[in-house]
């Protein structure tokens, strides 16, 4: 296994299969590199449905994610991420238009601490993946602003974002995703960094703060994010896998023609059940 650097932050990790590089070493150190730089990107991979899942259940319990619609058949632990239809039904989730900076899950209460994403079909342009580094984003702010960020919580909703960038839930998941408040600076459970933990996509606001002063509070701190120092853009080639942290990193997608095809299969990683509850 080799690694290499991708730009601003993130590492390719090369000689490796993920089929089949399941020892117990490998899986340690990729682990660890995944914790510290927020972005493992493994080209080449040649992955059936069962591989995906089998090497991400290597790092944690996958969870099923509630839109049920858009799962694999044969594999619930897989979300479909595509612009594909299936007699006249799109086959899974997000389409083929411009979806903003987000953390998987962030509204759940045991929020993920993980994705991986595969690619099966790609446009010939657009549609790349954008990555933030949010442990970078907080480690970089001068101490004052750490400190009066201290001790606040940030509300989550799979509602707002559904609204802006996604379709509804129906009853039954609107019922399992419930709004949700967590730190606005959280501990990531391996690594034990302090990642600033909010998006634009799905947090909804700073718990018990007048609306006006924490929409500037979170536009504030979300411009400091997104300055290019802590981003990495991807530029998917086919049979890339991405695996990003969700502790300390937050992703957009870019749109794409529609007439081309994407096709994305996901899983979704969760933490070990003593590390889930962000803190
Ligand atoms: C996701 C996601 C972006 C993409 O699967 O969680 O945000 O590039 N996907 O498809
Ligand atoms: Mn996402």
């Given at each position: 296994m080799k690694t290499r650097p991708l730009e601003n932050f993130g590492v390719e990790v090369s000689d490796i299969d993920l089929a089949r590089d399941h020892d117990p070493a490998t899986v340690d150190a990729l682990r660890w590199l995944w914790a510290e730089h927020g972005l493992l990107l493994f080209r080449d991979q040649t992955l059936e449905e069962k591989d995906i899942v089998d090497f991400s259940a290597l790092f944690g319990a996958l969870e099923i994610h509630?839109?049920?619609?858009?799962?694999?058949p044969d594999h619930p632990e897989l979300l479909i991420v595509s612009n594909l239809k299936k007699n006249g039904e799109p086959i899974g989730i997000l389409s083929d238009h411009e979806v903003g900076w987000h953390h998987d899950q962030?509204?759940?209460?045991?929020?993920?601490?993980g994705s991986l994403l595969y690619s099966v079909k790609i446009p010939p342009s657009g549609g790349n993946t954008g990555f933030c580094d949010l442990a970078a984003a907080y480690a970089a702010l001068p101490d004052n602003r750490k400190a009066s960020l201290e001790g606040l919580r940030a509300m989550h909703s799979y509602a707002y974002f559904n609204k802006r960038w996604s379709e509804p839930t129906n009853d039954q998941q609107t019922a399992m995703t419930p709004d949700i408040t967590h730190p606005l600076i959280r501990t990531h459970p391996i690594s034990s960094k302090k990642a600033i933990y909010a998006d634009p996509g799905m947090t909804a606001g700073i718990e018990g703060m007048p609306e006006d002063e924490s929409a500037e509070l979170l536009q504030g701190l979300y411009e400091w994010c997104l300055q290019p120092r802590f981003m990495y853009d991807h530029e998917w080639q086919l049979g890339d896998a991405l695996m990003w942290d969700n502790a300390s990193t937050m992703h957009r997608r870019g749109e794409f023609d529609p007439t081309a095809e994407r096709l994305m299969k996901r899983t979704t990683i969760l933490p070990r059940a003593d590390l889930a509850v962000p803190f």
């Open positions: 509630v839109r049920e619609e858009y799962l694999a962030i509204y759940r209460k045991h929020p993920a601490v």
